[in-house]
């Protein structure tokens, strides 16, 4: 798993490229009139042995510990840590539109995390000012049926996280995963839930909330170069916003301690419910990115 990893260029031209690491299929560049629309961390570490921190990691099979607990799959699963394969691509499509097919299936390393027989499609389309992301899961099995989380775990650049601010989340039920209490004592803890009240999110302190049924389209202000950032899902019903401020960032070794400023997670998943895929059934879901 360790050594230099290899990477694949996309490039649509008029310097608009994208650039995914078969390490984790993380896509570590997402560039639109030569401006960087994703935040990688200057402590990042690409060994290809841990997760890289920033781009677009691909969450799977689990987010956080959530499903498994601590003796289960690593914390977000290992998808973001295992090697994918390009499939198909880059090529470009009859719209001028590049596109690239990676894929992910078990192995004798997510079997020593995860008992179960599975294959990932991970379709990436790079369109002028647009990133579409479509993913199929996919369980080969005749007889067992398994559970999974998925998320596309997307760190937004922007100039001051502050001025941000992420539409479409007034009255929507969220679970605050900083404020994780055991209720009865004693067992295990579980964030609490509350209702967004506010017409537009924005953060002022350190922030990861997993937002339940969610609107299919977010608008992200204020990032790069005070932009605006589109995002449309679909059959992605939970939208995880994340920053770890401060106090969080001095404890993460492979993220700055004054680059929290700088970015913003508006996170597309499938998180607060697992999906139960029977044996021989598929599971889409896709989100597409808009420069606005």
């Not at 390490?23 to 639109?32: L, M, P, Q």
């Not at 479509?134 to 049926?145: H, L």
């Not at 995963?177 to 004693?186: E, I, K, N, Q, Y």
């Not at 997670?265 to 029977?278: D, F, R």
Request: net charge neutral; with cysteine.
């Amino acid at each position: 798993m360790a050594g230099q990893v290899p990477v694949v260029p996309m490039d649509r031209g008029n310097n608009t490229t994208c650039t995914i690491n078969l390490h984790g299929a993380t896509i570590v560049s997402w560039r639109v009139n030569n401006q960087e629309q994703l935040f990688v961390s200057k402590k990042s570490v690409f060994d290809g042995r841990k997760p890289i921190r920033g781009g677009i990691p691909f969450v799977f099979p689990q987010f956080g510990d959530w499903m498994y607990g601590p003796n289960g799959p690593p914390n977000n699963g290992f998808a973001r840590i295992s090697r994918w394969q390009l499939e198909k691509g880059p090529e470009r499509l009859p719209t001028g539109d590049i596109e690239a097919i990676f894929s992910l299936r078990d192995s004798d390393f997510s079997f020593s995390m995860w008992q179960h027989h599975f294959r990932i499609s991970y379709r990436i389309i790079l369109r002028e000012k647009e990133l579409h992301l479509n993913v199929g899961v996919y369980n080969p099995s005749k007889e067992a049926p398994f559970d999974f989380n998925l998320l596309l775990h997307s760190y937004f650049k922007c100039p001051d996280v502050r001025r941000c601010q992420v539409t479409g989340l007034n009255g929507v039920t969220f679970l605050d995963r900083t404020r994780m209490v055991a209720d009865p004592p004693g067992s295990p803890p579980q964030a609490p839930a509350y209702q967004e009240c506010r017409e537009v999110v924005t953060l002022n302190e350190m922030t990861e909330r997993v937002y339940i049924h969610t609107p299919s389209e977010h608008i992200v202000t204020n990032v790069v170069s005070g932009r605006k950032m589109r995002i449309q899902k679909y059959n992605f019903p939970d939208t995880v916003i994340w920053n770890p401020w401060e106090m969080q960032a001095k404890e993460m070794v492979d993220f700055g301690d004054d680059e929290h400023p700088n970015m913003i997670c508006v996170n597309a998943g499938h998180v607060a419910a697992p999906v139960t895929l029977l044996p021989q059934q598929g599971f889409e879901a896709s989100l597409i990115l808009q420069v606005m």
